[in-house]
């Protein structure tokens, strides 16, 4: 048994194709390629030539198709009319040849035409006029007779019948002669002898062509006019039903090269469709978005610059106060124990300064990048508040200022991160006793709201001016009064209670004016998870949709 396994070569799947085959796509496609080439490039271009080609071929098909049908009625017509000339010269003719044989058969039994009335039509004077005037064509006159012998009937020539008379005369305005003939066989004779007269008009004069000519150049003028208005108006078309894309364009030009505000105007009804306008709109969407995102990152770079501005500044005042100490402790004053023990004790405060910045600005960056996750509880806040303020009744003793806690006798139970709002307390006392004279006091209440909870942090300090109590939360911001003020602060302690505030879904108030002291108001929510836009909120999402309720329920909130 042979078995058959099919050869590459065998079928030509070898890659070659058969010779058939190779040469049509390849032959047509230089012409594709210019084809391509001739069309416009723009949208508006094409839209244009697309319109004038429909045109320009409507107008072609109808015009060859209302010429071929005027030709058919010309033909017509030029055949009615050379019947009726064939008419006329047939009634002349006899009337002529009956007269000339004078009473004898024109044409005799025996197939001869009378010799009067052959000398009749062989003379030019008489002959001429037939073909001039009346058939204004080669005449060709033929007498004889109709036999129906064999069954069809037919046309027997006499002898000597046959007389051509040539046309001479010349064309009358807009005639032309057609190469055209037609014969016409008319019965005649009397009662002395019947015979057929066969009449045939050759060549005639026309009007035809002239007809024919002028209906064809009329139809071409018509038809560039057509073309040239729908050149026109397909342009103006066009124009306008791009102008829409020719906006987006711009618009979209515009905004590559940085122009963020440039928009597109909604497309008037009449040049716009619906599906430009939704574009347009769509575009103008995505050019707000656009622009508001690049208007957070500028903010987010400048405030980051800001920052970098502020902390360099404030490391460099601890830092050149350190090495000048260092200088003088290098130089005589080391010598001197007093000035000594003095510089370094300044250098360990101004060490202890960098220590607290450095560990200020640890906190506020981890607060303000979202890395803290608070450890929220159902505990009670009193507890908190408590602590943190007693925390500092060493420092106020120091002062002489009072500082008095006064809680409520029940529990206020909300959900919270104790250390943090202890933190949120220690800054805002350590404030209120900062800028309290001697002599003054500081209350901190707390209180449970309809909400939550309240915690005010109250002093009979200094004061701020109102045109620094925009400013006070803002991080680096210090007040002018600020160094009158008994130690030095780095303005970060308030941005650092607003942060920790904001994750709790809270919000904190203030209200002071100059010399009359401040008070601090700290608003908390029942439960932080329930704040739209809390970082708690968010991972509470979280973790009801990936683990359903029962752990929250159960407080044990991922932190
Ligand atoms: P600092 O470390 O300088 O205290 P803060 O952010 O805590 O920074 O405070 C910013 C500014 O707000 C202070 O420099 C001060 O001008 C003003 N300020 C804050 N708390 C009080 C207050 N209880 N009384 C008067 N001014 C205050």
Do not use: C
């Amino acid at each position: 048994m042979v078995s058959a396994t099919p050869s590459p070569s065998a079928d030509g799947a070898d890659g070659a194709l058969p010779p058939s085959q190779v040469g049509s796509s390849d032959r047509l496609a230089p012409v594709a390629r210019g084809l391509r080439r001739l069309l416009p490039s723009t949208f508006q271009g094409r839209l244009t030539a697309a319109f004038v080609t429909v045109i320009a071929l409507t107008l072609l098909l109808v015009t060859i198709f209302v010429l071929n049908r005027l030709d058919d009625y010309f033909t017509q017509q030029q055949k009615t009319e050379l019947e009726g000339r064939a008419q006329t010269i047939n009634v002349i003719v006899q009337l002529l040849a009956q007269e000339a044989a004078g009473g004898f058969p024109v044409v005799s039994g025996d197939g001869v035409v009378h010799p009067a009335v052959v000398a009749l039509l062989t003379d030019p004077e008489y002959a001429g006029p037939i073909a001039d005037n009346f058939g204004q064509a080669d005449v060709r006159l033929e007498f004889g007779f109709t036999t129906s012998e064999g069954g069809e009937p037919r046309f027997v020539p006499a002898a000597n019948g046959l007389f051509t008379i040539a046309l001479r005369a010349p064309p009358g305005e807009r005639q032309a002669r057609e190469r055209f003939s037609q014969t016409l066989y008319f019965a005649g004779g009397s009662a002395l002898g019947r015979y057929t007269l066969a009449v045939t008009l050759a060549d005639p004069y026309t009007y035809r062509a002239a007809a024919l000519a002028n209906v064809t150049g009329l139809l071409a003028a018509i038809t560039l006019f057509a073309l040239g208005l729908s050149v026109i108006v397909s342009a103006t078309l066009a124009r306008r039903f791009t102008t829409p894309l020719r906006q987006l364009t711009d618009a979209s030009r515009a905004l590559a090269e940085g122009d963020l505000t440039r928009r597109v105007a909604s497309p008037t009804p009449r040049e716009g469709t619906s599906e430009l306008d939704e574009l347009a709109r769509q575009f103008n969407t995505m050019a707000d978005r656009l622009q508001e995102s690049v208007e957070i990152i500028r903010r987010d770079r400048d405030r980051s610059r800001d920052f970098l501005a502020d902390v360099s500044h404030e490391l460099r005042t601890p830092l050149a106060a350190l090495r000048t100490f260092n200088q003088l402790l290098m130089e005589s004053a080391g010598d001197d124990p007093e000035a000594r023990a003095e510089f370094l004790e300044s250098s360990a405060g101004q060490i202890e300064r960098l220590d607290w910045l450095a560990q200020n600005l640890l906190e506020l960056s981890k607060l303000d990048s979202g890395l803290v996750l608070l450890d929220l509880r159902p505990d009670d806040l009193r507890a908190a508040v408590e602590s943190a303020a007693h925390q500092l009744d060493a420092t106020a003793a120091r002062r002489g200022v009072a500082l008095d806690v006064r809680l409520p006798d029940a529990p206020v139970r909300i959900r919270h991160d104790p250390p943090r709002i202890g933190q949120v307390v220690t800054n805002l006392v350590g404030n209120a006793l900062k800028f309290t004279p001697r002599g003054g006091s500081v209350t901190v209440d707390v209180a449970a709201t309809p909400d939550g909870a309240r915690i005010d942090v109250a002093d009979t300090g200094i004061g701020i001016d109102p045109g620094e109590l925009p400013h006070i939360f803002e991080r680096f911001y210090r007040g002018a009064r600020s160094n009158e003020a008994r130690g030095s602060g780095s303005g970060l302690g308030l941005a650092i209670v607003r942060s920790i505030v904001d994750m709790h879904g809270g919000g904190i108030t203030v209200e002071s004016g100059a010399g009359t002291g401040s008070r601090f108001s700290v608003d908390l929510p029942r439960d932080p998870r329930t704040v739209a836009g809390t970082p708690a909120a968010a991972r509470a999402d979280v973790a009801t949709a990936a683990e359903g309720d029962a752990r929250l329920a159960a407080g044990t909130v991922p932190t």
